[in-house]
């Protein structure tokens, strides 16, 4: 990770007078800093390089966990909930980290133009990797933190890094990976369009049968395919999902557990509590005070 990154990071986050994380004028671009270590978080990646620039993480999806360190970027390549942790953190070296969420559009532009594309592959590859982060890569994510010096030229050049960080990430060692899920080419494509069915619907009872038919698969080949692809079952994604828009609703005040259990799309109040105490460590009130007293 070359330093002149580091410090452009740095003095960004130095500069800030709000909490981390930090969304700034670049559209996608979301800058992270933590001075400690800090307990596991329940959060939403959305397809997106997140660069550790400085300290280390780890993300656990489903079943799997990926550790990323300085100079590493993990690729999340579709929309999937995740428990992550800042591991290596301190106020004299900071956990530094930068977030660029893909500009899908743009990706398949880059795609389309290049002449040797990557190949398709007939297997559903999963949609999460640790890369090294170096380089071209690098260099692109400098120029785009240091965009935010000159915010007149944002508009103009933004897009155009954005571009070029899709073409070193689909011509480098992971780019059918990458293609396959990020841009649902390849068999990847009717998985991927069940997966968005399954988060547009997370409140609703969804047929396990109606996303198998969607991804034009068996019912046990659609499992087995959706969990190579998130390493968690879809019945495991929906309830993640439900929970993590029920802890919104209960943050924001708009809902007391209850009706959150019901507007998520819960039956009974009281498997909703026990599914909440499960997932987050504490039943539904207790939690939110905590995340209260914690954020106050």
Known sequence: MSNALTEAVKRYTDAQAGPSPFATAVPGLTIVRSDHQKPPSHIIFRPALCVVVQGAKWSTFGDQRFEYGAGQALVVSVEMPALSRVVQASPDKPNLSVVIEFDLAAMSQVLEGLDNPPQAVDDVRRGVLVTNFDGALSDCVLRMVRLLDTPAAIATIAPLIMREIGYWLLTGPHGAEIANVALASGHARR?????????????????????????????????????????????????QLRLLEARQLLVTGLANAET????????????????????FGAPPRRSIATLRNATG
Do not use: C, N, W
């Not at 046990?220 to 929906?238: D, E, G, N, V």
């Not at 959150?260 to 026990?274: C, D, I, L, P, W």
């Open 191 to 239: 998985v991927v369009h069940a997966i968005h069915t399954l988060r547009d619907q997370f409140r609703e009872t969804v047929r396990m049968e109606d996303l198998a038919a969607i991804a034009q698969l068996s019912l046990s080949a659609f499992h087995r395919q959706f969990k190579a692809l998130t390493s968690m079952t879809p019945l495991q994604y929906q309830k």
């Open 260 to 279: 959150a259990a019901f507007q998520v799309g819960y039956e009974s109040a009281s498997q909703f509590s026990r599914e909440y105490s499960r997932m």
